[in-house]
């Protein structure tokens, strides 16, 4: 009998979860240009590309790209010729991202669309399907993401939404943190949502993650 821990965490992460160049190089550069250190743990981003080639994805989402780390690993999940769309508010973060996009030689299939995620996600519901969705950003919405996410991933899709543990926060009955009380609203309603299978991938500060059967 074992428990999952820190250290095998770390072995884990060591064994699996190997920065190339690239990966190493956007790791480090995001928060030495002043972006906050809140990338995915690189467990968690090589679970996201995994995620993304067993569901078979071209088309991907992220709702929140940050310095681009994480979508970096959707992107390298994707099948030949797969596209991600990543949604960023901030033009700061953007320009940072896509510059690490060009770096990875990813600028011709991942996309940075600038703006409020609330405001972008209409114009993405007239075209193709998903097939992997990441959402990372505005805990207020994340219930409002994943009932988008979950009108417009086919079946046998992927939605995903990260720091489903808000660092451990989500035990608390009844926490004064308002972010964590959205996240805990997401979680208990996808456990309870007929349409996926679910669970918590427990890496990094956990990963809810949906498959979805049924419409
Ligand atoms: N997924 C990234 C981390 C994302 S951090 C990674 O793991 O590498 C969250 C990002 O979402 C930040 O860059 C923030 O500016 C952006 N964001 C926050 N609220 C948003 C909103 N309402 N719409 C779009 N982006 C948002
Ligand atoms: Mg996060």
């Given at each position: 009998m ?13 064994l ?15 928060p ?14 090589r ?19 940050l ?13 030949p010729?797969?596209?991600l ?36 996600l ?17 805990k ?54 007929t ?18 059967v049924?419409?």
């Open positions: 074992t428990t999952y821990n820190h250290n095998l965490n770390q072995y884990n992460a060591n699996f979860a190997v920065h190339d160049e690239i990966l190493r190089f956007v790791w480090e550069n995001t030495k240009k002043g972006l906050p250190p809140i990338s995915v743990r690189p467990e968690e981003g679970f996201l590309q995994i995620l993304a080639r067993m569901c078979g994805a071209s088309q991907a989402l992220e709702i929140g790209t310095g681009g780390y994480s979508a970096i690993w959707i992107a390298r999940g994707l099948l010729g797969g596209q769309i990543t949604i960023e508010k901030d033009a700061y973060h953007a320009e940072i991202a896509r510059r690490h996009f060009e770096a990875a030689g990813l600028q011709s299939s991942v996309e940075v669309r600038v703006g409020e995620a609330v405001e972008i209409p114009e993405l519901s007239a075209g193709q399907p998903f097939d992997f969705v990441f959402i990372d950003a505005d207020p919405n994340y219930e409002h993401y994943y009932d988008w996410a979950i009108e417009h991933v086919r079946i046998g899709g992927v939605i995903t939404a990260h720091n489903a543990f808000r660092g451990g926060a989500v035990l608390q009955s009844n926490p004064s943190d308002e972010a964590t009380r959205n996240v805990q609203a997401l979680n208990r309603r996808v456990a309870a949502d349409r996926v299978l679910s669970t918590i991938y427990p890496a990094g500060d956990g990963t809810l993650v949906a498959l979805k049924r419409d």
